[in-house]
């Protein structure tokens, strides 16, 4: 049987071993920042906010949920930041939500992102 050495390698010129106190922290990004559990799934959903004096309700259909939002698909195209009242019709539960994203526009709508201000992690009706 041949004996394995590990060898080390030529060290890179400048590069040496760092104290923890001059580590950099970089930004999370893409799904680093996901504070929960994503899972497919297409729950009918209304949205309802007010335009002009007057109450609008517009359905739409869930393509991914979370914790603490979704992404849906609804017919209407509405501006980020938009507040508005989101109700899962399986679970008849409503809670305040925000615009947070605008995506693509489908043949059914637009991919809305959508985040609950007040999340209740029993909102979908099942576990994440």
Not at 67 to 84: E, R, W
Not at 102 to 125: A, C, K, S, T, Y
Request: hydrophobic share 40%; proline share 5%; charged share 20%.
């Amino acid at each position: 049987m041949t004996e394995f050495q590990a060898r080390r390698g030529p060290s890179i010129p400048g590069r040496g071993i760092q104290s923890i106190a001059k580590a950099r922290v970089t930004p999370l990004t893409g799904i680093q920042k996901r504070r929960g559990v994503r899972v497919n799934s297409q729950v009918p959903v209304t949205l309802e906010w007010n335009s002009g004096g007057n109450s609008v309700r517009e359905a739409g259909q869930t393509r991914v949920v979370g914790p603490y939002g979704c992404m849906a698909v609804v017919p209407l195209n509405l501006d980020v930041k938009q507040t508005v009242q989101l109700t899962n019709m399986v679970s008849k539960e409503t809670n305040r939500a925000v615009i947070v994203w605008r995506g693509h526009e489908r043949m059914e709508g637009w991919e809305l992102g959508i985040e609950l201000v007040n999340p209740q992690m029993d909102f979908w009706g099942f576990d994440l």
